[in-house]
């Protein structure tokens, strides 16, 4: 079975351009998850969403920050415009269910110059 | 509030070592207890789970007992193998208010 499918897996940009991941969750999973890691701040979570309905996005950092779930099986996360501090390995995960075992993709490596 | 809490790292143990792994909880209902193990470049992987005291959870010669007397969830192994470098983090989940948590990680580097 495909598990958590994420893209780009590496995005190289520069400061103030708008950057998309995307993520493809496992199917029949009912909750998604945004996570970013830095080796500062390690693991974060950023939005997760349960049913395609944004459940909690308190870990957002700021209003540049979008995230979107259309339907079951895709969902987005927008950084507008982009700085160099959102540098970071980008995680999508789906879980069935918000307390159940949660599935991670290999992550986007995003680069902001 | 609920939370795990693990051993500072970076562990450096030879090969087939014994490895400990220390992970303690703080949780108000009866959590679900797992590791994830992150190999460089890669996402977390689910590495085992428990969900109710004593239970043991194992996989790939790892093991985990769960203990609700000492609230611990500790991940050993007996004999560790270079490819077991990662960084390893015990989550606990608890159903009471949908929560899940992540501790900080523990980087672990086996030499040859």
């Known amino acids: 079975d495909a598990g958590v499918i994420q893209s780009p897996r590496h995005e190289v940009t520069e400061m103030g351009q708008e950057v998309t991941l995307r993520c493809k969750p496992i199917s029949g999973h009912n909750s998604l998850f945004w996570y970013r890691q830095t080796m500062m701040r390690g693991l974060e979570l950023l939005i997760y969403f349960n049913n395609n309905v944004p459940i909690d996005d308190s870990g957002m950092p700021e209003d540049r920050f979008s995230a979107k779930m259309p339907n079951a099986s895709f969902s987005t996360l927008k950084i507008q415009p982009s700085e160099p501090r959102d540098s970071a390995v980008y995680f999508c995960a789906s879980s069935l269910g918000e307390v159940r075992p949660r599935f991670f993709g290999p992550g986007t490596r995003l680069t902001v110059l | 509030g609920d939370s795990v809490t693990q051993m500072e790292g970076p562990v450096t143990l030879s090969e087939e070592a014994f490895l400990t792994i220390n992970c303690t909880y703080t949780?108000?209902?009866?959590?679900?207890l797992f590791w994830y193990v992150q190999y460089p470049g890669e996402g977390l992987q689910l590495l085992l789970k428990a969900t109710k005291a004593d239970d043991k959870g194992s996989n790939k010669g790892f093991e985990a007992t769960y203990r609700k007397e000492t609230t611990s969830f500790h991940l050993e192994k007996g004999s560790v193998q270079v490819s077991d470098s990662a960084v390893y983090f015990c989550?606990?989940?608890?159903?009471?208010?949908?929560?899940?948590?992540f501790g900080t990680g523990t980087s672990l580097t086996v030499i040859p």
């Open positions: 989550a606990l989940s608890v159903n009471t208010g949908n929560q899940f948590y």
């Open positions: 949780a108000t209902g009866y959590p679900s």
